[in-house]
Nanobody, 121 residues
Framework: QVQLVESGGGLVQAGGSLRLSCAAS????????MAWFRQAPGKEREFVAA????????YYADSVKGRFTISRDNAKNTLYLQMNSLKPEDTAVYYC??????????????WGQGTRVTVSS
């Protein structure tokens, strides 16, 4: 079974950039659709982006479209989220997840522990 570990979070000023990584181990990484979700303080966890197993298909939430890019390197068993033009409302704990295609939490059955992103104004 795949285990997921996120990294790359931190504090950044509005307008800045961060790249999150999610390292996978223990399974066949390329067989999974991978996704990023986030949870802001006091809010429910929400979908950010998803990518198909071979990376040919991506899907973004409207709130991040044009600013965030999801990608994967199956040779390195790693998922990425490049976040540009960050806004204070992007502040959240970001989680990577593995599962099947979709934008719902119940599409994904494997989750990382999360990495915190704070965007200051």
């Amino acid at each position: 079974q795949v285990q997921l570990v996120e990294s790359g979070g931190g504090l950044v000023q509005a307008g800045g950039s961060l790249r999150l990584s999610c390292a996978a181990s223990g399974g066949t990484f390329s067989s999974y659709v991978m996704a990023w979700f986030r949870q802001a303080p006091g809010k429910e966890r929400e979908f950010v982006a998803a990518i198909s197993g071979l990376g040919s298909r991506t899907y973004y939430a409207d709130s991040v479209k044009g600013r965030f890019t999801i990608s994967r390197d199956n040779a390195k068993n790693t998922l990425y989220l490049q976040m540009n033009s960050l806004k204070p409302e992007d502040t959240a704990v970001y989680y990577c997840a593995a599962g099947s295609w979709g934008n719902r939490m119940d599409n994904y059955h494997l989750w990382g522990q999360g990495t915190r992103v704070t965007v200051s104004s």
